[in-house]
């Protein structure tokens, strides 16, 4: 079984930074990519930035120059930089991977329990 775990959320005031990170174990045969979403009260949820296994990256507009994407393969781990933090970035911040579990197996999504983030003003 598969399980993605963050960690590294809390308050910040605005202008600030915090660094997420998210650890996957389990059943582990290889994994594609990682990504950061996140979910704000009242609001869908929607890509913060993302990296393949090679390490291209994709972030959303509204993040670009101020978070970074990072991941360590060795570790299974993907880690998020946020840097000049705004309040209306507070919200639930999930891991997602996609994940193969075996060399005969699909690739599947999973989702961490998130994390929270809260920037105030």
């Known amino acids: 079984q598969v399980q993605l775990v963050e960690s590294g959320g809390g308050l910040v005031q605005a202008g600030g930074s915090l660094r997420l990170s998210c650890a996957a174990s389990?059943?582990?045969?290889?994994?594609?990519?990682m990504a950061w979403y996140r979910q704000a009260p009242g609001k869908q949820r929607e890509l913060v930035a993302g990296?393949?296994?090679?390490?291209?990256?994709n972030y959303a507009d509204s993040v670009k120059g101020r978070f970074t994407i990072s991941r360590d393969n060795d570790k299974n781990t993907v880690h998020l930089q946020m840097n000049s933090l705004k309040p209306e970035e507070t919200a639930v911040y999930y891991c997602?991977?996609?994940?193969?579990?075996?060399?005969?197996?699909?690739?599947?999504?999973?989702w961490g329990p998130g994390t929270q983030v809260t920037v105030s003003s």
């Open positions: 997602n991977a996609r994940i193969r579990e075996s060399l005969v197996s699909y690739e599947n999504t999973f």
């Open positions: 990296i393949t296994g090679g390490g291209t990256t």
């Open positions: 389990g059943s582990i045969f290889s994994i594609n990519t």
